[in-house]
């Protein structure tokens, strides 16, 4: 004989727990003294669980959908909505992530559709209590003392919300990022789901966009989520968890009381963390600030020679480079003086190609955001998603730059025919008979997630867009037409001319062929009648380390995309290094 449990439900919360009744042999029998009415209420809530559970109530089978973000749920939902009945939402257990309902078909089958968020990791690795203070235990422990997965307590609402929609559902679709980290999440999302309805169809949708086609095409193949991917990060995870833990407490206990260490007016406070990334950033730092200590400037002397007409200012460099005795470069220098008409010598023409650049991945959007509009990596990285959350270029954070053969590069394009400035570019670039098309180079890179960044969705400019959304979003678009363009063709003159017997040359290229990524020098006509001057220069080293630099350091030694940002986090925490707004970089303290 089993007690029988219900669960009332109204407004898809749970309201009441209802324990009446008992159960022998498949029947329920109401108990002694027990309404009749009652009795038939807690029969009738069997057969609707009973229904519920097997998809076939009304509204037909439900569907939780879990994406990564409050934002990108809002954007899927509103997407598979559209067209079907409207969206409706309502609060969840956190105000930050809400529930969004909507009726839709999966592979023909009618469904509704209920689609939420977490915010990230909904859980965190930690050692059990015993562990965890300081000194519980010897730093070697570390590497094999247990541990342990858990919520913590700013994510408790969220796992509420999850389990109580998901205890109602058939289905569990997973909309994290398609990469290892996403994969990683989702399983804890399943973990959170499963333990309250072990019951649930588990799916993983696959998406690189936040646009229509993407969303609807993800949502009708639905795939399996890769537990391979997720157990890397577990494992990823754990290695930096005790790798971390007991070098950070190891050096901070050997080390504080053996150094004067005057950036922190509170000993107790005081951590020398570890971490994988840090210690190449650290190791990078240092190496830097070896070269600057190390290098000692020395003056040297070179001859200016240049050449003013209507034309412009033709700028020719001295043959030698530069002298470090400065007796000599006068001798040379009056020579040039006393005999100031320049022969032409020689002149070679020659054509010159620039290549296009491979697909964009995360690496070079930020160095060339960095070059180009002294971006920190930080905005970059926040205007980026902030672009890709509206739809209007792929998934920002990728290690890829190389197409796949399933892209439809030409759907790309046609999207960009209607800008005013590249929309006649792209006319041309998609005519048969132009000549101007070349399928993309392959840059080596595939992080079997998320495709290289493109531009998604056709845009002249948004209303509520700053500078750097406009200048971001052009420089994807600009770089993707690069991409599938001939190369540039230029044709470069190299001048040579005699003063004095003292030889100096001069380049300059004209385009003959452009593409929308390269800018050209013009050349620039050179005649008998130049102007030479006389300066004094020093050696001189270059102490700032710039932070596109230091992130491609970071990536040969090996580091995800969340490392290398920590390590260039903590090195600023450190004092180490910091970020300047004019230049932008990292600059080493000497």
Known sequence: MTKVPFHVRTNSRTLVFISFGYETGGKIHPRKNQNPTTHLLQIKLRSLKAETMSGGGRGGMKVLHVAEKPSVAKSVASILSRNNGGLRTREGRSRYNKIFEFSYSINGRPCHMLVTSVTGHLMELEFQDRYRKWHSCDPADLFHAPVHKFVPEDKLDIKRTLEEEARWCQWLVLWLDCDREGENIAFEVIEVCTAVNPHLTIKRAHFSALIDREIHEAVQRLVEPNKCFADAVDARQEIDLRIGASFTRFQTMLLKDAFVIDFTT????????????????LGFVVERYWEIQAHEPEEFWTIN???????????????????????????????????????????????????????????ELEKRA?????????????VAEDLYQAGFISYPRTETDSFSQRTDLHAIVQE??????????????????????????NGGHDDKAHPPIHPTKFSSGESGWSQDHHRLYELVVRHFLACVSQPAVGAETNVEIDIAGELFSASGR??????PYTLGVPITIVSTW???????????????????????????????EEKKKNGICWAVQMGLVWYEREPLGVKAKH
């Open 266 to 281: 509170d000993d107790r406070n005081l951590v020398l963390s570890y971490g994988p990334c840090q210690f190449p950033t």
């Open 510 to 515: 004209a385009i003959l062929a452009s593409n």
């Open 370 to 382: 960095s070059r180009f509009f002294r971006m920190s990596s930080e905005h970059t990285m926040k």
């Open 305 to 363: 020679c240049s050449h003013k007409s209507d034309e412009g200012i033709a700028t020719f460099n001295w043959m030698r480079g530069h002298l470090f005795d400065y007796t000599c470069a006068v001798i040379i220098y009056e020579m040039c003086v006393q005999e100031p008409i320049a022969t032409v010598t020689k002149v070679r023409q020659q054509e010159k190609l620039k290549y296009p650049p491979y697909p964009l991945n995360t690496i």
């Open 416 to 441: 960009q025919q209607r800008h005013p400035v590249w929309g006649p570019y792209a006319q041309q670039l998609l005519e048969p008979g132009s000549g101007l098309w070349r399928n993309p180079g």
């Open 530 to 560: 130049v102007v030479c001057g006389f300066c004094a220069m020093k050696h001189g080293s270059d102490a700032s380390l710039d932070v596109a630099r230091l992130r491609g350091l970071l990536r040969r030694w090996g580091c995800d």
